[in-house]
């Protein structure tokens, strides 16, 4: 006790991003204003670590008093191998974008998936993707954390494009054999892609092309196409390079900040227990903007 006889306040739980790069994740402002809108006594911290220091950085999470954090690139499949116990999310997209500390004991989940599924349906006021179709562009950390969940809501195909060609085959035969969905890897070059934007409804960049302003568009304008949905991941810049050309070609196009908040929200429920408050964190992200 101290000396006027009060208890001394509580120091705060920690929680995190870890990225590298990490300064441009709007993830802490968003989580800040989500625990001081409901009284919680933490702070959420970014941690740019580099991917050779993530296993370090992990094992001593608990000394270094931190409650849990989430992962953004280039470490959810890193982390993925490093931890023990994990989601079955995680464990089929072979990633983690959140991880709980529990006295010790870290639990890897992947809630990329649940933030991009829901995030699409708020964004293009969809009630369902059945019998959709949907090009994925990219094979990395992010189109794994998401490609088996949109296999799994009863979309037509699920096409795959990536500039490594054998790592969409891989990504399209692992999602394809887990899901029963028809998968199919597709070169990533201007005129494979184009004849398959012809017959898809959706659009999806899970690639890191975007991230930088000097950045040049994943598939180029000619590409596109009027009526067609484009979804890129990436939020900042909130108007990418493809979000451009998507404009230009009269297709309708939403970046990933829909998807940061909802997946923002499941990961404050997992380490808080409490029910994530949407309109706060949605305010907090459109003012960091």
Known sequence: MTSSG?????????????????KHSFSPDMHNAAFKSLGINAAYLAFEIKPNALPGFLKNLDKLGISGVNLTVPHKEIAF????????????SGTVNTIKNSNGKLFGESTDAYGLLASLREAFKLTSLRNKSILLLGAGGAANAVAAALASSGIKTLYISNR??????????????????????????????????????????A????????????????????????????????????????????AKGVNGLGMLLHQGARAFTIWTGKKAPLSVMRKAIKGSI
């Open 6 to 22: 009060q208890n001394p306040e509580k120091a705060p739980a920690i929680y995190g991003v870890v990225g590298y790069p990490v």
């Open 81 to 92: 191998k490093r931890l023990r116990c994990v989601s079955d999310e995680a464990k089929t």
């Open 164 to 205: 490594t060609h054998e790592k969409a085959v891989r990504l399209a035969e692992k999602t394809e054999a887990a899901t029963s969905t028809r998968c199919v890897a597709v070169p990533l070059y201007d005129k494979a892609v184009s004849m398959i934007i012809s017959d898809v409804d959706i659009l999806i960049n």
């Open 207 to 250: 690639t890191s092309s975007g991230l930088k302003l000097t950045d040049k568009s994943p598939v180029t304008g000619s590409a596109l196409r009027k009526g067609l949905l484009v979804y890129d991941m990436i939020y900042n810049p909130p108007v990418t390079c493809l979000l451009k050309e998507a404009k230009k070609a009269g």
